[in-house]
């Protein structure tokens, strides 16, 4: 006799409960697969559009290494799209379509890439600040409920890891330059600090997503733990690097244990995740053209794979 729905939910609460993974294969609420969809889509639009504002960056790397390095990065983030792309296909949706709903703006992506990259300072910030601030949002993704996005993960993170190391080194060959090399550093910081906290997503109080979220193990902290916990760790590094953190709140809260930090501007955020950031037509546009562009590939590999299936069952291709 086939199980009833109240006994399948009991074997899913009962798997999160003990903290073992979800599978494809498992039954699962409708609005558990659903959230899963939306954040691992939304995740790898991120990765893939994140690659725009430092692939802005390749043709004019300094030098042979720097470009070696910001190549080797770019070409990673496309990898993480597409662990992230399969990891969603399990859930039974198409990459495809994900594609479609980005291009036609029904779909979000992380509001940090909606920043232009001026100076190739803003390469070192952008590994040091915002693959700083992947890392702490996504280490707990290793352990989310769901196995194929956790693994996924654990992957990304170690990528991520190398992200975070070159844009610091980066950074600390820049501070030991000349003076217009620390002040490009500086002012490139001073760009990013912000928006890197926004990363985080909107405070707890203004975050209806977070406790169900948290209830299925999906997301282990909330946003400001998140933040809180990145503050934390990104203050000793600026005062290794020598750069001022563009907020005048921030000092250390013995009490607390904790940094203490100013309050990011959420209008701004908003205006941001809603569409009318500085960048945000522009990275749709270049996504939308990359993706028309491609269109012989896809049709190519269709046929292919057409052919080579007629050739196993003995078909004609017609
Ligand atoms: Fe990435
Ligand atoms: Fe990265």
């Given at each position: 006799m086939a199980a009833t729905e109240q006994e399948l939910s009991a074997v899913f609460e009962q798997t999160i409960a003990a903290d073992q993974r979800i599978e494809p294969r498992d039954w699962m609420p409708e609005a558990y697969r659903r959230t899963l969809i939306r954040q691992i889509a939304q995740h790898a639009h991120s990765e893939i559009i994140g690659m725009q504002p430092e692939g802005n960056w390749i043709l004019r790397a300094p030098s042979l290494r720097r470009k070696a390095i910001l190549l080797a990065k770019v070409q990673d983030e496309a990898g993480h799209g597409m662990y992230l792309y399969a990891a969603a296909e399990?859930?039974?949706?198409d990459r495809a379509e994900l594609t479609e709903k980005l291009i036609a703006n029904k779909q979000k992506y992380s509001?940090?890439?909606?920043?232009?990259?001026?100076?190739?300072a803003d390469v070192g910030v952008i590994g040091w600040l915002v693959d700083g601030a992947a890392i702490c949002n996504q280490v707990p993704l290793c352990?989310?409920?769901y196995g194929p996005y956790a693994r996924a993960m654990i992957r990304i993170c170690k990528e991520e890891s190398f992200h975070q190391r070159q844009g610091y080194e980066l950074l600390l060959a820049m501070v030991n330059g000349t003076e217009a090399q620390r002040e490009m550093v500086q002012e490139s910081t001073n760009r990013f600090w912000w928006p890197s906290l926004m990363?985080?997503?909107?405070p707890d109080g203004d975050s209806p997503n977070t406790r169900q979220s948290m209830a299925w193990r999906?997301?282990?902290?909330?946003n400001d733990e998140l933040r809180q916990r990145f503050v934390d760790m990104t203050v000793p590094q600026s005062e290794a690097l020598g750069v001022t953190l563009p907020d005048p709140d921030l000092r250390w809260n013995e009490e607390r244990g904790h940094y203490d930090f100013g309050e990011p501007d959420w209008d701004e955020f908003k205006a941001v995740i809603s569409g009318?950031?500085?960048?945000n037509a522009q990275r749709l546009a270049h996504r939308r053209r990359a993706h028309e562009n491609g269109a012989w590939v896809r049709e190519a590999a269709r046929a292919y794979a057409e052919k080579q299936t007629a050739k196993r069952t003995g078909r004609v291709a017609a």
């Open positions: 399990t859930l039974g949706v509001s940090i890439f909606n920043y232009p990259t001026l100076s190739y352990r989310c409920s990363m985080f997503g909107p999906i997301k282990r902290h909330t009318s950031g500085p960048c």
